[in-house]
């Protein structure tokens, strides 16, 4: 099992930028495959970026491509995500997960382990 708790949430302005970053509690961090979803007021949760058990490996919901960058830390069981260019529409609840992963591989859906979220504002 697994515990996260991320942090690093703020208001920021449009254009501007915000890290995430999710600590995980465990001697086995490096054996799950981590992601970042978020969910906005109305709307359901949705994946946002995939990173695989190494970090070989990642994957972004389109229309974050080219400003997120998700990257791990196995030695400090650390799991962030850069967000550039941050646009209103990207104000959402911003929730890690984890899932146990059997190899390089990165997951949209399957996840079992959460954390609480931490909330990005971006102002027009």
């Known amino acids: 099992q697994v515990q996260l708790v991320e942090s690093g949430g703020g208001l920021v302005q449009a254009g501007g930028s915000l890290r995430l970053s999710c600590a995980a509690s465990?001697?086995?961090?490096?054996?799950?495959?981590m992601g970042w979803f978020r969910q906005a007021p109305g709307k359901e949760r949705e994946f946002v970026a995939g990173i695989s058990r190494s970090g070989s490996s990642t994957d972004y919901k389109d229309s974050v491509k080219g400003r997120f960058t998700i990257s791990r830390d196995n030695a400090k069981n650390t799991v962030a995500l850069q967000m550039n260019s941050l646009q209103p529409e990207d104000t959402a609840v911003y929730y890690c997960?984890?899932?146990?992963?059997?190899?390089?591989?990165?997951?949209?859906?399957?996840?079992?382990?959460w954390g609480r979220g931490t909330q990005v504002t971006v102002s027009s």
């Open positions: 465990g001697r086995t961090f490096s054996m799950y495959a």
């Open positions: 997960a984890a899932v146990v992963s059997g190899g390089e591989i990165t997951y949209k859906q399957g996840y079992r382990y």
